[in-house]
Nanobody
Framework: QVQLVESGGGLVQAGGSLRLSCAAS????????MGWYRQAPGKQRDLVAR???????DYADSVKGRFTISRDNAKNTVYLQMDSLKPEDTAVYYC??????????????WGQGTQVTVSS
């Protein structure tokens, strides 16, 4: 069984920084795309950033220049460095990964979510 475990959320003042981590574990054969989504109260879940196994990245316009996504393929881990945080970045952040596993084949997996709160 494949699991995604996130860490690194918390409370920070506007202008501050946080780093999120998400580690995938289980019967993993290959991880294609890894990314971060976020969902604020009353809003839909939106893409924040994603990264391919080759290191190609894609960002939401609202975070370009402030957030950086990276991954360590040897550790099956993706990171999100968030700088110059704004109150509007407040949301639950979810890790997502497209994984080929021994049991399920290709599947779409989600972490449990981690709260990021930015105070003004």
């Amino acid at each position: 069984q494949v699991q995604l475990v996130e860490s690194g959320g918390g409370l920070v003042q506007a202008g501050g920084s946080l780093r999120l981590s998400c580690a995938a574990s289980g019967s993993i054969l290959r991880i294609y795309l890894m990314g971060w989504y976020r969902q604020a109260p009353g809003k839909q879940r939106d893409l924040v950033a994603r990264i391919t196994s080759d290191g190609n990245t894609d960002y939401a316009d609202s975070v370009k220049g402030r957030f950086t996504i990276s991954r360590d393929n040897a550790k099956n881990t993706v990171y999100l460095q968030m700088d110059s945080l704004k109150p509007e970045d407040t949301a639950v952040y979810y890790c997502n990964a497209k994984i080929v596993s021994l049991v399920r084949g290709q599947g779409d997996y989600w972490g449990q979510g981690t709260q990021v709160t930015v105070s003004s």
